[in-house]
Nanobody, 115 residues
Framework: QVQLVESGGGLVQPGGSLRISCAAS????????MGWYRQAPGKQRELVASISRGGSPFYADSVKGRFTISRDNAKNTVALQMNSLKPDDTAVYYC?????????WGQGTQVTVSS
């Protein structure tokens, strides 16, 4: 099985920056896509950003221009650089990987944007 482990969450002031990362482990090869979802209290989980193996990114409209997703195919890692953070970015962020015909999920990391 594939295991995803997130790291880098925490508390940051509005306007600040935070970088979260995710590492996939297991007997895996050529993960097709990796991405980040988030879920705020009382809201459904939503896609924040994703990136294909070839490096083509997708961003939700709410984070365009502020967040940058990147991946290292050799290390099976994905990172999300979050700049100009807003209080409504507060959520649990979940790493996702599409491998074979299955979507895998990490345990989530809390990101809190507050003064």
């Amino acid at each position: 099985q594939v295991q995803l482990v997130e790291s880098g969450g925490g508390l940051v002031q509005p306007g600040g920056s935070l970088r979260i990362s995710c590492a996939a482990s297991g007997s895996i090869f050529n993960i097709r896509a990796m991405g980040w979802y988030r879920q705020a209290p009382g809201k459904q989980r939503e896609l924040v950003a994703s990136i294909s193996r070839g490096g083509s990114p997708f961003y939700a409209d709410s984070v365009k221009g502020r967040f940058t997703i990147s991946r290292d195919n050799a290390k099976n890692t994905v990172a999300l650089q979050m700049n100009s953070l807003k209080p409504d970015d507060t959520a649990v962020y979940y790493c996702n990987a599409y491998y074979g015909d299955t979507y895998y999920w990490g345990q989530g990391t809390q990101v809190t944007v507050s003064s």
